[in-house]
């Protein structure tokens, strides 16, 4: 009885004041990202810049509204691994790449070019059995394993990249004329946070501007997702449609709230996704921070039968789609294809030593 009436203590009374951490709406390179790709401005390939070197096939991409190309890389990496880096072609000095998390240099295996459609390039590794399948226009690529497609990149045309530039005190007066028809107005600057950015009593200079990034990923027929530590949550990863994206950032959090999406330590870009019969995986090796929006939703198919369509079969398949943005770096995107989730685990500790040395 004297037990009952004692008062209640809520875990969430003693958890961090969130105010002091931001949420997406309050970084920068979130709204910047969203303003920009609700005008879908889309990619495309240079097919006539494609080219073989001894570990990796290269080509320009190029976006319609920029003109700006930047460089892509595919590359086989033993394992039944595939690796893709986009990178500026001529940036203005060289933009972060993540020195110390990899092994060493990955073992390459050659992916072969195979004949596809007009507008199209398809690599395979060296079985056949694994291919790249990258539409010109607009650009996307399709991860092909035994003829099932398991993965798309850029689907959805989230493929996003900031390049570096010149401090604006310094341009000529004819560049700053040019840009006046776009909205560069003070105000507008300090809110999408492009030369600085401010937080608390925090400021941010931005010598070279802005220089986020951010691809999509669409995994069919997957509906559990797990990874991307280190977050109070439930093991499998949850859709962020309705709320916050997860944040990958190396923080200290005392007295952190339990089921939210906020980082607490450490910052791991690793997420898997399994289905009966295929586990696959995505590591994004950028150490910057970094947020993950996931979405699950069926996509409808119909099948015609012999009544005509009005008695077509239907069939939903559910897909999930991972949005991955992050504050400055380059795309630098391992996808492990499985097929067994020991596969992928072995994959992954291939590449960072996890788990070798045990």
Excluded at 23 to 35: L, S
Excluded at 146 to 154: D, L, P, T
Excluded at 159 to 170: C, G, P, V
Excluded at 213 to 237: K, M, N, T
Aim: aromatic share 8%; hydrophobic share 35%; glycine share 6%.
């Amino acid at each position: 009885m004297e037990a009952a009436e004692k008062e209640e203590i809520s875990v969430k009374d003693e958890a961090v004041d969130k105010n002091i951490f931001r949420d997406c709406n309050r970084i920068a390179f979130y709204r910047r990202q969203k303003q920009w790709l609700s005008k879908k401005s889309t990619y495309q390939v240079l097919l006539d810049s494609v080219t073989t070197v001894e570990d990796s096939t290269r080509f320009q991409i190029i976006n319609e509204a920029s003109k700006v190309p930047l460089l892509a890389e595919i590359y086989g990496i033993e394992g039944n691994i595939f690796r893709l880096k986009i990178n500026e072609e001529s940036p203005l000095k060289p933009r972060y790449e993540v020195p110390d998390v990899l092994t060493s240099k990955p073992s390459t295996v050659r992916l072969i070019p195979c004949s596809g459609d007009t507008g199209s390039l398809i690599l395979a590794d060296e079985k056949g059995d694994l291919r790249c399948h990258i539409t010109a226009n607009p650009f996307k690529v399709d991860l092909v394993s035994e003829e099932e497609v398991v993965m798309s990149i850029n689907s959805l045309g989230q493929l996003y990249f900031e390049h570096l530039q010149i401090l604006h005190k310094q341009r000529t007066a004819k560049e700053n004329e040019e840009e006046a028809s776009v909205d560069t107005s003070q105000e507008n600057q300090e809110d999408l946070g492009l030369w600085e950015e401010k937080f608390g009593k925090f400021v941010d200079i931005k010598a070279n501007g802005p220089s986020s990034v951010g691809l999509d990923f669409s995994l069919h027929e997957f509906e559990h997702l797990y990874g991307i530590p280190q977050h109070a949550e439930s093991h499998r990863l949850k859709n962020t449609r309705d709320g916050d994206a997860y944040r990958l950032y190396n923080l200290d959090v005392y007295g952190y709230q339990i089921y939210d999406k906020m980082g607490i330590y450490g910052s791991v870009p690793y997420l898997l996704a399994h289905k009966l019969g295929r586990t696959i995986g995505i590591f994004w090796l950028n150490a910057s921070e970094t947020l993950v929006e996931i979405n699950t939703e069926p996509a409808v198919e119909y099948t015609l039968t012999q009544m005509g369509p009005v008695a077509a079969k239907r069939k939903v398949r559910s897909r999930t789609h991972v949005h991955w943005m992050s504050e400055s770096g380059i795309i630098d995107v391992f996808l492990l294809t499985g097929p067994t989730p020991s596969d992928v685990f072995r994959q992954y500790s291939h590449l960072t030593d996890i788990g070798e040395k045990q």
